[in-house]
C-alpha cells in the first residue's frame, strides 16, 4: 500500500485539487494499490497518516513537496513518521526535491528522490522496490548508497506528454470539498492542461525541469475536462494552473469555441507579450467563452 500526502500549501490551506498526486494515481491505478491524503482538509495530517498505516500496512509515502509551507510541514512531519515506523520508505518528489535532491536526502528520513516529472518515475520505482531491484537504471531518481552517505542520482527522467497520461482519477479524492469560492464563481474547481514554458526566465523554477519545452494536452481534451468538471460536481469556474496556459493562439481559440455554452468563467496565466500577439477575432471568442482578466 501506498499513500501519496499532499502536504499544506498555504498558511489558509486553501483547498486546491492535489492535482500532481491525482496525475501519480492516475499511472498507478489497478497496478499499485494507494490512498491520497490531502493536508489542506485533514484537520490533522500527521495523525491521520500514522492512522491510514496502522490500518492498512502501507510501507511506502510519497509527498510531494514545494518550498514554503509544504517544506515546512514535510520535515517535522516525515520525521517523526520515519521515528513511528522505521520500515516505511519515505520518497520525496516536487520543486524543491527537483532543485536539491543532495539536500534532502541529507536527512534520513528521506530514503528516495524523484526529479522533474514523476510519474512514470514513481510506478518504475514502485516496481523495482517491489521485486527488490535497486533503481540504478531509472532515470530520474536519486538516492544514498547502502551503508553510506554518497548520493547517486541516476539523470534527469522524461517529461511526458499530458496528452498521452491517463486522466485524473478523481473517484479517489472526494472533490466536493474542493469547489471554492474565488472572483471567478461560487463553485471553483482547477485543472493542468500542459507542461512546462518555452521562455528561459532565469527567476522560474519550471526552466530546470523542462528547459524551454512546452507540451500541451489538445484543445479538445482539456475542454472535455472542462465540461467534466461542469457537469459532475456542478463547477461554474475553473482555473489552469498551467505555468503557461496561452502559449498557442490556436490551441486557445478552439478551446474557447468548445466551452462557449457552459456558461462558466475560466482563467490561466500568460506573458503580456504573448497575448498581445493574439488577433482580435481570438480576443472576442476568448471574452465570450468566459475568461476572466487579471493583472
Excluded at 500549501?9 to 489497478?30: F, I, T, Y
Excluded at 496502522?54 to 509551507?69: N, S
Excluded at 520543486?95 to 543532495?102: E, K, N
Excluded at 535497486?134 to 548520493?151: F, L, Q
Amino acid at each position: 500500500m501506498l499513500i501519496l500526502y499532499n502536504p499544506p500549501s498555504s498558511s489558509e490551506r486553501k483547498p486546491v485539487l492535489p492535482m500532481s498526486l491525482l496525475a501519480l494515481g492516475a499511472l498507478l491505478e489497478e497496478k499499485h494499490d494507494y490512498l491520497i491524503i490531502d493536508g489542506n482538509l485533514e484537520p490533522d495530517p500527521l495523525k491521520s497518516i500514522d492512522q491510514a498505516i496502522r490500518e492498512t500496512g502501507a510501507d511506502v509515502l510519497a509527498v510531494t513537496v514545494m518550498p514554503g509551507p509544504q517544506l515546512s510541514h514535510a520535515i517535522p512531519q516525515c520525521r517523526r513518521l520515519k521515528e513511528h515506523h522505521p520500515n516505511l520508505t519515505i520518497i520525496w518528489g516536487g520543486y524543491f526535491p527537483t532543485q536539491h535532491y543532495d539536500i534532502c536526502l541529507r536527512a534520513e528520513y528521506v530514503d528516495y528522490v524523484i526529479t522533474g516529472h514523476g510519474e512514470h518515475v514513481l510506478r518504475n520505482l514502485l516496481d523495482a522496490l517491489k521485486m527488490g531491484e535497486k533503481p540504478e537504471t531509472i532515470p530520474g531518481v536519486a538516492y544514498r548508497s547502502s551503508g553510506s552517505e554518497s548520493v547517486n542520482f541516476t539523470g534527469t527522467g522524461p517529461i511526458p506528454h499530458p496528452d498521452q497520461l491517463p486522466d485524473f482519477p478523481y473517484h479517489r479524492i472526494d472533490t466536493m470539498r474542493y469547489r471554492r469560492r474565488t472572483f471567478l464563481g461560487n463553485r471553483t474547481l482547477s485543472h493542468h492542461s500542459s507542461y512546462g514554458c518555452p521562455f528561459l526566465c532565469n527567476f522560474c523554477a519550471v526552466v530546470n525541469l523542462v528547459n524551454g519545452r512546452w507540451l500541451a494536452q489538445s484543445a479538445e481534451r482539456t475542454a472535455s475536462t472542462t465540461r467534466y468538471l461542469v457537469d459532475r460536481f456542478g463547477a461554474d469556474a475553473i482555473e489552469f494552473h498551467d505555468n503557461n496556459f496561452f502559449v498557442s493562439e490556436e490551441r486557445t481559440a478552439e478551446f474557447a469555441d468548445r466551452i462557449c455554452d457552459l456558461g462558466i468563467s475560466w482563467w490561466g496565466e500568460s506573458r503580456i507579450d504573448t497575448l498581445l500577439k493574439y488577433s482580435d477575432p481570438t480576443w472576442k471568442l476568448i471574452r465570450k467563452s468566459g475568461l476572466k482578466m487579471t493583472f
